[in-house]
């Protein structure tokens, strides 16, 4: 096993490769968090658009979201790398750049990520809005709420209550679709893992070390989902 | 539209799809009879059967498939020992270790998919059973198996379209499944949104009948839920009268 052991390989004293993988992991949680977040705001809308939409729009939207999730992560991110980077290849042509233009890896990547997991998010609101009372939903309006009113004060308490434990499932697609970004290059934790593995010749050390990052990320958000579950469940006698 | 290059792409992809079939179908049975020992030492009140069960669970779907594949393609050769066991030449394989990849993490989800079932079978069921001298393996086989299944099936069929797609991961350690050739073309022709189309048709393709199939077993299986009369309108059985 070469002549440095497990811990002393991945260190964070001199030669020690824990800053790097380190480094990774928070890029990998930021891309996760704005993937997750662009998730959070297509399945809004998306949602929203299969509840309360006409029917071209809710058309839309059911195809939308029987398609994404059909169809593999890994193809969505080949699909908006390489097709960004045609994009901007051509769009630099017309400006008289003659050279490839390559999508920036963590833009494809939050796009990919929060357009895979938006589909799933999409049906885990719907689900949530049906198990809302409508009674809750006529007392607001008999309360003489506005809608905007009605949304941030009833609808959103009620709709996270019911959503979050949904929210978590997809929250851990997104771990682990985020861990595909790595085939365009960006730098995040498969790929620092993946580097450190090639210039060391011990892959099983630095994979295990990304997993166990994998894990720890994965364990403290099921402890502060269940928290959040918590705050949103007041009142709600089990 | 350029439909000379969809349908050349069309061509290129078939040879694709039996890889695709070959590695979600064995890994599916094998992960299947994983998921259940495991869904059964789960919920054995033996600790030292019930605690490493959750552990792997915990562990398999805790880490994305791509660690896991990294971990036994590249990671298992650092050792001596590995390579010179009698699982070498599985383990040297792409296609051997995307097979046992796959079917571990399968059976991590898929054994919390049947401990749901499990645990949905009604005490009464297994009380009726045991009042008839119902042996244990017996009353596992006529009852509890049956009811579990029935319950699971639904999520199963779920697991079963995301391992679909889950294989397209395995064009990553280099086998040439659907992904992989997609992949390829994309990066020789840099026309990734016309090979898109045609690859997600193609997976599109596959999860309908999955799923049709899906549906179908359900059906088989729940002849008690249906309407005695075949000709009348399907409504909702088993509300209150």
């Not at chain 1, 997991?117 to 506005?146: D, H």
């Not at chain 1, 985020?178 to 995040?188: D, F, H, N, P």
């Not at chain 2, 259940?36 to 669970?57: D, K, N």
Request: hydrophobic share 50%.
């Amino acid at each position: 096993m070469g002549n440095l052991g497990f811990f002393e390989t991945l260190s964070f004293g001199p030669g020690g490769w824990g800053p790097m993988l380190l480094s990774g992991a928070l890029m990998t949680v930021a891309l996760s968090l704005s993937g997750f977040l662009l998730a959070a705001v297509i399945g809004g809308v998306f949602s929203w658009a299969k509840i309360s939409g006409n029917r071209p729009v809710r058309y839309f939207a059911d195809a939308y979201t029987t398609v994404v999730r059909g169809i593999p992560d890994l193809l969505i991110i080949y699909l908006l790398y390489f097709g960004g980077s045609q994009i901007l290849t051509s769009l630099g042509k017309l400006f008289g750049e003659g050279q490839f233009i390559s999508f920036p890896g963590f833009l494809a990547g939050m796009l990919a990520v929060g357009i895979a997991a938006g589909a799933q998010q999409t049906e885990v609101f719907r689900g949530a809005f049906y198990a809302i009372a409508p009674g809750e939903l006529e007392a607001a309006k008999a309360f003489g709420m506005s809608p905007w009113v009605r949304i941030h004060r009833i609808i959103i308490p009620l709709l996270l209550r019911h959503a979050l434990p949904g929210m978590g499932n997809v929250w851990q697609l997104v771990l682990k679709a985020a861990a595909l970004v790595s085939v365009t290059g960006l730098a995040e934790l498969m790929n620092k893992a993946q580097t450190g593995a090639g210039s060391t010749g011990k892959p099983f050390d630095f994979y295990c070390a990304a997993a166990l990052l994998y894990l720890v990320i994965s364990a403290f958000s099921g402890w502060s989902l269940r928290r959040a579950e918590v705050h949103y469940s007041r009142g709600v006698k089990r | 539209m350029d439909f000379p290059f969809l349908w050349d792409t069309l061509l290129q992809l078939l040879p694709g799809i039996p890889l695709t079939l070959q590695l979600t179908f064995y890994s599916i049975v094998m992960g299947f009879c994983l998921a259940l020992l495991l869904a059964f030492a789960r919920l054995s009140p033996y600790r030292w059967l019930s605690e490493p069960a959750r552990c792997y669970v915990f562990c398999f779907r805790g880490t994305p498939l791509l660690v896991q594949l990294f971990l036994i393609y590249y990671g298992l050769g650092q050792f001596e020992s590995v390579r010179h066991s009698f699982l070498w030449p599985i383990l040297r394989e792409p296609y051997g270790c995307a097979l046992l990849s796959l079917s571990l993490c399968t059976a991590a989800y898929g054994s919390e998919i049947l401990r749901g079932g499990l645990l949905a079978v009604p005490h009464g069921a297994i009380e009726a059973a045991r009042a008839c001298g119902m042996s244990r393996l017996l009353m596992v086989r006529r009852i509890i198996f049956p009811i579990a299944i029935r319950q699971a099936l639904p999520a199963y069929g779920n697991e079963l379209i995301s391992m679909v797609q889950s294989t397209s991961l395995c064009s990553i350690i280099t086998l040439m499944d659907i992904t992989g050739i997609a992949a390829q073309i994309i990066s020789d022709t840099y026309r990734a949104l016309e090979v898109f189309l045609v690859t997600g048709l193609i997976y599109l393709l596959i999860n309908l009948v999955i799923s049709r199939l899906v549906m179908l077993v359900e059906y088989r299986l729940t002849p008690h839920l249906r309407a005695p009369v075949t000709r009348t309108v399907k409504k909702p059985v088993g509300e209150v009268h």
